[in-house]
């Protein structure tokens, strides 16, 4: 299935961690639930520093963000292991984040529950790009384009991960692959809430 993501760009640096993300505070949120699942993206990326990136994730009294692509460095998601991270982006409308190497964790929540595209870069890319750069990220290329100088830089293939992703997340992919069947009122949400790891925060 051809996969083209475009959209503005959100770059952040090296070592942004899951309470940047989501702080813990929001965790209580249920995402099962779609108004709480709403109100966690309005709080996506609400812990990075005003200091550092004056230009907001989200806007003010806003769920929805702008950008379409966050663009990091080293290290993405590192921290705690909450799967609310990859979900809160999902829900402010984030498709995939580009960064130069994740954390584990994040990368693993990221495909578990297929709100996001996680990909690799193979160079320093949060150099290159600006916030608010349109950007057009090809996963069966395996390039991110800057719009506005037509300079391709090279991603790493999602290899495995991307049909999970593509599915919808784990349990949507074990159901289309015929892996597991919904059973009665076995519902998703309820298979979801039983897979997730103990909280470490």
Do not use: W
């Not at 990859?86 to 829900?91: E, K, M, N, S, T």
């Not at 300079?151 to 290899?159: D, F, Y």
């Not at 949507?172 to 909280?199: C, V, W, Y």
């Amino acid at each position: 299935m051809s996969k083209v993501i475009r959209g503005k760009a959100f770059v952040v640096r090296d070592n942004i961690d899951t309470d940047q993300i989501i702080p813990a505070q929001y965790l209580t949120l249920v995402p099962t639930i779609p108004e709480e699942y709403e109100k966690l993206g309005g709080f996506a990326m609400c812990g990075l520093p005003k200091d550092q990136y004056p230009t907001r994730f989200i806007p003010e009294g806003q769920t929805r963000t702008a950008y379409t692509i966050v663009i990091g460095g080293r290290n993405f998601g590192c921290g705690s292991s909450r799967e609310h991270a990859p979900i809160a982006l999902g829900a402010a409308g984030c498709e995939a984040v580009v960064a130069e190497s994740f954390a584990r964790i994040f990368f693993r929540n990221s495909v578990a529950t297929g709100e996001l595209y996680p990909v690799e870069a193979t160079a320093r890319i949060c150099e290159t790009v600006k916030t608010g750069d349109e950007v057009e990220l090809d996963l069966d290329g395996n390039t991110l384009k800057i719009l506005k100088s037509s300079n391709i830089l090279a991603t790493k293939p999602l290899g495995e991960a991307r049909p999970v992703i593509d599915a919808g997340g784990l349990f949507d992919f074990a159901r289309q692959s015929g892996m597991i069947k919904a059973q009665g009122n076995h519902s998703k949400a309820t298979e979801e809430l039983a897979a997730k790891e103990p909280p470490d925060d």
